[in-house]
């Protein structure tokens, strides 16, 4: 079992909708939690950054970690065409320096116009 | 303000020949990261840097791979030799300290590696 789950996807659904975008993971170490969105062809860019359990809300992005349940979600409103990438769960734990990140295997998305 | 750099954005070689990927990272930022993402795939860490120290390079297949960070600003990522499996993106990623809670990572465009 690898230590972050994400289903690949893809995920395809009308322009408007809202989507839901989900990761698991199995090492309680993990502190910090984050969403990067990466296009064809480019590095991934990030998206939202949360501590510990909680909600944080940034425009139309929502992310919400549930530490309990080691469950982490993206929600992103009013979906628009140009949200089609491929969105990447990440987390690390915190060890007095900055670990690298262990990511999902990414969840592609579809906005259809 | 310059994101992080990569160079070459492309490259092919020849299974058993050498490749060498440049990174430079925003300045100012001490920590610096090499990932690997193979086609379908996150990120997974190869090595990471805390200026010219490296601190985590547990990851890294260090029979054909080798990095270095000379001054403590611009890496380099080598494979000597490469091998067919080696075919993938290497990313580069930077971070301003690697000591605050809130550090983040930025990340570069990536070298798409095809080994034939």
């Known amino acids: 079992q690898k230590e972050v789950e994400q289903d690949p996807g893809p995920l395809s659904v009308p322009e408007g909708a809202i989507v839901s975008l989900n990761c698991t993971y199995s090492n309680s170490a993990f502190q910090y939690f984050m969403w990067y969105r990466q296009y064809s062809r480019k590095g991934p860019e990030l998206l939202m950054y949360?501590?510990?359990?909680g909600n944080k809300e940034d425009g139309r992005f929502t992310a919400q970690v549930d530490k309990s349940s080691k469950y982490i979600s993206l929600f992103i409103r009013d979906s628009q065409p140009s949200d089609s990438a491929t969105y990447l769960c990440a987390m690390r734990g915190f060890g007095g320096g900055a670990d690298g990140l262990t990511f999902g295997k990414g969840t592609h998305l579809i906005i259809q116009p | 303000e310059a994101g992080v750099v990569q160079s070459p954005r492309y490259k092919i070689i020849e299974k058993k020949q050498p490749v060498a990927f440049w990174c430079n990272p925003i300045?100012?930022?001490?920590?610096l990261y090499w990932y690997l993402q193979n086609l379908g795939q996150g990120p997974e860490l190869l090595i990471r840097y805390e200026n010219e120290e490296a601190v985590d390079d547990s990851q890294l297949p260090k029979d054909r791979f080798s990095a270095e960070r000379l001054k403590g600003v611009d890496s380099t990522l080598k494979i000597q030799p490469a091998e067919l499996g080696d075919s993938a993106v290497y990313l580069c990623?930077?971070?301003?300290?690697?000591?605050?809670?809130?550090?983040?990572?930025?990340f570069g465009p990536g070298t798409r590696l095809t080994v034939l």
């Open positions: 990623a930077s971070s301003p300290s690697g000591q605050g809670i809130s550090d983040t990572q930025y």
């Open positions: 949360t501590y510990s359990s």
């Open positions: 300045s100012g930022h001490n920590t």
